[in-house]
């Protein structure tokens, strides 16, 4: 063991009181978060088994090849004695299968908490209901642009736990609610709720539940950076705490002005010279901005990122134009909030909307607001009917079923000048893997009617 995973241990034993000759840690889940606590806990030390009721989970071949000496059961009886159990966040904690841990006697630790009490480096976290991918990973190319070395992950992709190395000079990570709400130790040098919509309410009691899991993020002393616009995010504000702010008017420190990102009065970039498109990137960019100055990066570098960052795939990714039809993939869109921002970023286009999936519970009367942005909807997966339901007398609308059908049609409405958007205000799961899948997906098609 390297004097760097002595430090760690040290912090381990002094924050957790974790202790590898005493403790007995059970990982619940083997996914990409599962298997990154079993490669930490190992290279440590700990003694490790692992839980996980599928009988094929991602990581098994990798776990029995790398650890042949862990326990891998798929039931809580063949579990061996245990002190302390490390759930995946897609595992709820009022889940049965976490209360039978705990009526083990079992303590529960994070994999945030993990990290965040592995490591004395700066860190700053990003979350929120949209746009925290994006924002996460354009303040780390300012980051990496200012010379910093840094290392992003978290819920977009890297698990956090994988991230962590001695020469690692700041981490910036996007926490999901799921990951946040089981966090006491995390404490942020910036941080950030980029904003509130209805999200993930089948696995929250309601909306309340969803933001207290997300204030979480804004538990340590350092600088908190709010949403001017977005009243439950201004509701989260300490007036004990450092703030900057960001929105689309002059009571924000950064804000949008004359076509602009402006900062307290001075003009910082023209929105014209963002690659990324659309006002909830302009948004993005003013966040990332805000989390800028907060840890000090320089504002000439973080200007000159903006002009060259491209985005992300499947986030408003204007792929590909077919006779003067553009079609966009955002698939990200995966709740009623990112899609309402997607549609409002249009002016003068006509947009045929394909939209639908698995809505987890959500409202979805706010795509009311930009009905007038839509030439047609088209509607696909599970909860369709319930975009129906709230568009009904609003727009045209047809019931596609599935993305092949939606092509089809799209391409026989669209005329030159029009859009063509996915995005769905819904999950993918109902029929697809993920919402990557879902984007592929609806690219294949497009490129098929070519």
């Known amino acids: 063991m390297n004097t760097y995973q002595q430090t760690i241990l040290a912090k381990l034993e002094s924050k957790l009181g974790l202790q590898p000759q005493l403790a007995a840690v059970c990982v619940v889940g083997l996914g990409v978060t599962g298997w990154s606590v079993v490669e930490y806990l190992k290279s440590l030390g700990f003694n490790v088994s692992v839980l996980d009721t599928r009988d094929e989970p991602p990581f098994k071949t990798h776990c029995l090849k790398h650890y042949p000496e862990i326990e891998l059961v798929n039931n809580i009886a063949e579990l061996p004695i245990i002190s302390h159990f490390v759930a995946s ?39 929120g209901s949209n746009g925290k991918s994006t924002v996460t990973t354009l303040l780390g190319e300012m980051a990496l642009a200012d010379n910093i070395n840094v290392a992003v992950g978290g819920n977009l992709g890297t698990a956090v736990l994988d991230l962590l190395a001695d020469d690692i000079e700041l981490y910036i990570i996007e926490f999901s609610s799921f990951q946040l709400e089981r966090s006491e130790h995390l404490s942020c040098m910036a941080a950030t709720v980029l904003n509130i919509s209805d999200d993930h309410l089948d696995r929250y009691e309601n909306k309340a539940a969803y933001i207290a899991a997300k204030q979480i993020i804004y538990q340590g002393s350092g600088m908190m950076v709010v949403n001017a616009d977005d009243k439950d995010v201004m509701a989260m504000q300490d007036a004990a705490d ?23 009065g001075r003009q910082l970039l023209a929105t014209d010279e963002l690659v990324i498109k659309g006002q909830h990137n302009q948004l993005n960019a003013l966040a990332a901005l805000a989390l800028g100055k907060a840890i000090g990066l320089t504002e000439d570098t973080m200007c000159a990122v903006l002009k060259r960052y491209q985005g992300l ?49 959500a409202d979805m009367t706010s795509l009311i607001s930009v009905a007038d942005k839509l030439k047609l909807l088209l509607l696909i997966g599970k909860d369709a009917e319930l975009i129906k339901q709230a568009l009904q007398g609003q727009v045209e609308i047809y019931d596609a079923e599935n993305l092949s059908n939606a092509v089809k049609l799209a391409k026989k409405a669209a005329v030159s000048g029009d859009v063509v958007l996915l995005s769905p205000a819904c999950a993918s799961l109902d029929q697809f893997k ?12 497009v490129y098929a009617i070519n």
């Open 89 to 127: 966040p897609g595992i709820a904690m009022d889940s049965d299968l976490v209360q039978s841990l705990f009526a083990l006697g079992a303590e529960h630790i994070s994999d945030i908490d993990l990290f965040a009490c592995s490591t004395d480096k700066p860190i700053v976290g990003i979350t």
């Open 242 to 264: 450092d703030c900057i702010s960001f929105g689309l008017n002059r009571s924000a420190d950064y804000y949008l002005e004359h076509g602009y990102l402006t900062h307290q």
């Open 313 to 361: 795939a499947h986030r408003m990714q204007a792929f590909t134009t077919i006779n003067g039809v553009q079609w966009i993939n955002d698939s990200k869109a995966t709740n009623v909030g990112a899609c309402v921002a997607a549609l409002a970023g249009f002016d003068n286009q006509q947009v045929i909307l394909i939209a639908g999936g698995d809505a987890k519970g």
């Open 434 to 445: 993920n919402y990557q899948q879902r984007g592929e997906v609806f690219m294949t098609e």
